[in-house]
């Protein structure tokens, strides 16, 4: 019988568990890692205490996470699955949950979004939080909400119209994400003779603006946020070329009670063709 990410993690993470007990395992290092700790406190009892749920999401991703300046609310799919997690946890409605504001929002980058977990600022993050089996030694990942590619975008008047003429050409990338070796990957595994290099920053408005002013060659991220960016001046490097497939998933403390309940309730949203519509409403039908 097959095993869900979810059940898998149950059963062998006991043995992981006991093993990192005698000091066998060591958590995964750089900017990104946590300290892979487990929680015997009840984060569901805490968040019904205090009667909000703390989420972190984006704030410059239109579609998942976005600060709107003129309402000065966040909007997007993720924003509303954090309201689906909170009515879960809080045993309340979508719609009440919305109302009166059961969730709390913090903006999040990729250097301070597992830190924000381990230290219990956050509950949840919902974030275009991509998994992967290092992320996974040190948080816990509910089933992914969200499958999505890298794209690589240009301006139409750059002269770079082949994956190939990237080379020695700098690409914009956000910090601590997996945009980087998925690109490089690409370029192996398709054979391309071609050596570019990345240059990171905090978020992807400053990415954008750099590419339009001309100080990186080339805008790289997740394809359906990274439509947000483009115009009529604007064009995919090969677009035929499908690459650095990822599934985003909401994160938790590892080991935490809530963990289950956000797994539990993302996989129902999903089998009931809620997740479906929100991205239809936030992304389009071709998202």
Known sequence: ??????????????SAAALGSMGVLAGCSGE???????SSES????????????????QDVVGYGYLNTETGEYE????????????????????????????EFTAVTPKTRGPLIDNDTLDVVVATYTITP????????????????????????????????????TIGVSQGSTTKDAILQMLEDEGIDATPEFSEYADYPTINSALESGNI?????????????????????????KFGTQEYGVATKKGSDLSDVVDETVTELIGNGWMDEEITTWLGESA
């Not at 990104?32 to 487990?38: F, R, V």
């Open 32 to 38: 990104d890692a946590g300290n892979g700790s487990t």
């Open 217 to 241: 060659d080339a805008f790289a991220m997740d394809r359906s946020t990274l439509n947000t960016y483009m115009n009529d001046q604007k064009e995919y490097v090969e677009p035929d070329i």
């Open 134 to 169: 290092e992320r996974e030694e040190d948080w816990d990942f509910s089933e992914p909400y969200r499958t999505d590619s890298v794209g690589i975008m240009v301006m139409k008047n750059s002269g770079i119209e082949s994956m190939a003429d990237l080379d020695g050409k």
């Open 76 to 103: 997007g799919l993720e924003i509303d699955l954090c309201y689906q997690l909170a009515a879960a946890v809080l045993g309340t409605t979508y719609e009440e949950a919305k109302e009166q504001g059961l969730c």
């Open 43 to 58: 984060k569901v009892e805490a968040i019904k205490a205090r009667g909000k749920l703390n989420c972190g999401v984006k």
């Open 1 to 14: 019988m097959s095993l869900s990410r979810r059940q898998f993690v149950k059963v062998f993470g006991l």
